[in-house]
T-cell receptor, first 108, second 113 residues
Framework: GQSLEQPSEVTAVEGAIVQINCTYQ??????LSWYQQHDGGAPTFLSY????GLEETGRFSSFLSRSDSYGYLLLQELQMKDSASYFC?????????FGAGTRLFVKA | DSGVTQTPKHLITATGQRVTLRCSPR?????VYWYQQSLDQGLQFLIQ???????AKGNILERFSAQQFPDLHSELNLSSLELGDSALYFC????????????FGPGTRLTVT
C-alpha cells in the first residue's frame, strides 16, 4: 500500500528549532511536499524536495533521503504563529498522498 | 488568498440528498484536485482533472462524481448523502500536470443531518 507516517503531535518553545519527520512507502515516488494548515484554514504549500538533500526557504527547510524513504521539515526560530498542522505529501505521477499530519504546538 | 475559489462555504443537507460543490482554479492553472478532510483527519485525495480530462482517481466513492468544464472550473457532485460524508471538501489547483505544488481553496464544509 501507499502510506506516509508522521508523528501526531510535537511541542516546542518559541524561538527553538523543531523537526517534523515523515517516512513514506509509496509506489512511483516523485518527491515530497510539505503543507501547513492552521485550524479552520486551507493547506498552504511550504516546500518540495524532488532530489536528496536540503531545501531552504527562510525559516523553513526540508530534507529528503530517497534511499531511506525519509524526509523532514525543519522550522527554525519558532514563532507562536507556527502553531498549526503540518502535512507531508508524496507525489507519484498525478496522485498525491498526504500523511495524517503533525500538530505543532508552540509554547511561550 | 491562494486565488482558488470555492462555493458554497457551508452546506447543510439531509441524508439521501445530492449536492454540488463548485471550484474555480487560480488563473492559468490547468489542474484541479478534490480532497476530503474529515474532523481531525488528513487529506484524502479524491480526483484530479487536467484541462478538462480526468487524470487520476483516489478513494472516491461511486456516489461521488466530478467534472472540469471548458472554462476550467470544476464541480464535485455528491449524491445519496450519508452522515459519514460530513467533512471539509477542498479544491486545489496547480499549473500543470505536476502535483507537487498545489494551491488550495478555502474549502466547503458539508454537514449531513
Amino acid at each position: 500500500g501507499q502510506s506516509l507516517e508522521q508523528p501526531s503531535e510535537v511541542t516546542a518553545v518559541e524561538g527553538a528549532i523543531v523537526q517534523i519527520n515523515c517516512t513514506y512507502q509509496t509506489s512511483g515516488f516523485y518527491g515530497l511536499s510539505w503543507y501547513q494548515q492552521h485550524d479552520g484554514g486551507a493547506p498552504t504549500f511550504l516546500s518540495y524536495n524532488a532530489l536528496d538533500g536540503l531545501e531552504e526557504t527562510g525559516r523553513f527547510s526540508s530534507f529528503l533521503s530517497r534511499s531511506d524513504s525519509y524526509g523532514y521539515l525543519l522550522l527554525q526560530e519558532l514563532q507562536m504563529k507556527d502553531s498549526a498542522s503540518y502535512f507531508c505529501a508524496s507525489t507519484g505521477g498525478f496522485k498525491t498522498i498526504f500523511g495524517a499530519g503533525t500538530r505543532l504546538f508552540v509554547k511561550a | 488568498d491562494s486565488g482558488v475559489t470555492q462555493t458554497p462555504k457551508h452546506l447543510i443537507t439531509a441524508t439521501g440528498q445530492r449536492v454540488t460543490l463548485r471550484c474555480s482554479p487560480r488563473s492559468g492553472d490547468l489542474s484541479v484536485y478534490w480532497y476530503q478532510q474529515s474532523l481531525d483527519q488528513g487529506l484524502q485525495f479524491l480526483i484530479q482533472y487536467y484541462n478538462g480530462e480526468e487524470r487520476a482517481k483516489g478513494n472516491i466513492l461511486e456516489r461521488f462524481s466530478a467534472q472540469q468544464f471548458p472554462d476550467l472550473h470544476s464541480e464535485l457532485n455528491l449524491s445519496s448523502l450519508e452522515l459519514g460524508d460530513s467533512a471539509l471538501y477542498f479544491c486545489a489547483s496547480s499549473a500543470g500536470l505536476d502535483s507537487y505544488e498545489q494551491y488550495f481553496g478555502p474549502g466547503t464544509r458539508l454537514t449531513v443531518t
